[in-house]
């Protein structure tokens, strides 16, 4: 795992915001929480992360419109893992150009798999 690694976690189910966000905080990660699209877009122009948990249906600015907004701005851009209970999670991701999705109800050490899969990529990539 790289410590250093940012990680934007965008989700308005405040339950999962905070699991989320304590769990990658306790591995070492830096961790940006976001509420909706609208504050997660403002978040990644200001402080730009290595990987991007994203949940799909969210007041304000959804999954949907913060991905093609955030991918309309210059780059890099991070990846993007949905998160999502949807039944056609991996389908959604497609759908948005996401390098990944996490179904929910996901475990810890799922997570965490995703977390360092996708930070190591991305950070091996710079």
């Given at each position: 795992?790289?410590a ?15 699991f ?15 509420r909706?699209?609208a ?11 290595d ?27 991070a ?5 999502t209970?949807?039944r ?14 996490l ?10 798999d ?8 991305r950070?091996?990539?710079?």
């Open positions: 795992m790289t250093s690694a940012r990680i934007l976690v965008v989700d308005d189910d405040e339950g999962i915001l905070g989320v966000t304590e769990a990658l905080a306790e591995e070492g990660y830096e961790v940006l929480a976001a909706d699209g504050e997660a877009l403002e978040l990644a122009t200001r402080e730009p992360p990987l991007i948990l994203l949940d799909m249906r969210m007041p304000v600015m959804d999954g949907w419109q913060f991905a093609a907004a955030y991918r309309s701005r210059p780059g890099p851009h990846p993007i893992i949905v998160m209970a949807a056609d999670a991996p389908g959604i991701a497609n759908e948005i150009h996401a390098q990944g999705c179904p929910k109800p996901f475990t810890l050490t799922d997570l965490l995703v977390a360092a899969r996708f930070t190591r990529q950070i091996a990539a710079v």
